[in-house]
Antibody, heavy 118, light 110 residues
C-alpha cells in the first residue's frame, strides 16, 4: 500500500522558515516525481513545485521562486519542502503528492497545517 | 501562471448528471493531454478522480468521466449521489515542468 506520511503541524512567526517532511512507503521513491501543494483556508490548491528523487532536479512555481526549496533523500525515502520568509498568507495546509505526467497526483500525504502567528 | 477557470458552483439532484468545465489556455490545457481532476471533501486531502484527461484510476466509479476539447476540459458525473457533494479541482501540466490548478467548483447535491 502506497503511503505518504507528513510531519506534524507547525506554528511559525512571520519571517521564519518552515521545513515539512513527507516519508513514503509502498513504492519505489525514485520512480515518480514528488510535488508540493499549498492550500490556504477556503481556497483551492496551488502547485508549489516538485522534485525528481532520481536525480534531485527541481522545478518551482514562479509565485514561490526564491522562497521554496524542495529536496529528496533517497536513503530514507523522504521528501522535504522548506518555505522561507514566511508571511501571513502562507498560513495553509501543505500537501505532498506523488505523481507524473501519466498518473496525475495519485497519492497524497495527509497534509501539514502551518500557522503564522506573531 | 494563472489558475485554470472553473465555475464556482454547480448543483444537481440525485440521479442527474452534471458537468464541470475547466478552461485554460493554449499554454496548458490546450497544449497537453495531462489534465487531471480531484475530489476534495471537507478536511480531507484531494483524491484523484481522472487523469490524462479521461482515464479513471482503479477504484473510481465509472459515473465519473472526463473529456477535453481545445483549451477546455470537462468532468461529468452521472447518476449523482449524495456522497458526490464535494469540491472539485482540475489541474493541467503547463509546460517547463510546471503544473497549474483550477480555482475549484463546489458541487451541491440537492
Amino acid at each position: 500500500e502506497v503511503q505518504l506520511v507528513q510531519s506534524g503541524a507547525e506554528v511559525k512567526k512571520p519571517g521564519a522558515s518552515v521545513k515539512i517532511s513527507c516519508k513514503v512507503s509502498g513504492y519505489t521513491f525514485t520512480d515518480y516525481y514528488m510535488h508540493w501543494v499549498q492550500q490556504a483556508p477556503g481556497k483551492g490548491p496551488e502547485w508549489m513545485g516538485l522534485v525528481d528523487p532520481e536525480d534531485g532536479e527541481t522545478m518551482n512555481a514562479e509565485k514561490f521562486q526564491g522562497r521554496v526549496t524542495i529536496t529528496a533523500d533517497t536513503s530514507t525515502d523522504t521528501a522535504y519542502m522548506e518555505l522561507s520568509s514566511l508571511r501571513s498568507e502562507d498560513t495553509a495546509i501543505y500537501y505532498c503528492a506523488k505523481g507524473g505526467f501519466d498518473t496525475g497526483f495519485d497519492h497524497w500525504g495527509q497534509g501539514t497545517l502551518v500557522t503564522l502567528s506573531s | 501562471q494563472s489558475a485554470l477557470t472553473q465555475p464556482a458552483s454547480v448543483s444537481g439532484s440525485p440521479g442527474q448528471s452534471i458537468t464541470i468545465s475547466c478552461t485554460g489556455t493554449s499554454s496548458d490545457v490546450g497544449s497537453y493531454n495531462f489534465v487531471s481532476w480531484y475530489q476534495q471533501h471537507p478536511g480531507k486531502a484531494p483524491k484523484l478522480m481522472i487523469y490524462e484527461g479521461s482515464k479513471r484510476p482503479s477504484g473510481v466509479s465509472n459515473r465519473f468521466s472526463g473529456s477535453q476539447s481545445g483549451n477546455t476540459a470537462s468532468l461529468t458525473i452521472s447518476g449523482l449521489q449524495a456522497e458526490d457533494e464535494a469540491d472539485y479541482y482540475c489541474c493541467s501540466y503547463a509546460g517547463s515542468g510546471t503544473w497549474v490548478f483550477g480555482g475549484g467548483t463546489k458541487l451541491t447535491v440537492l
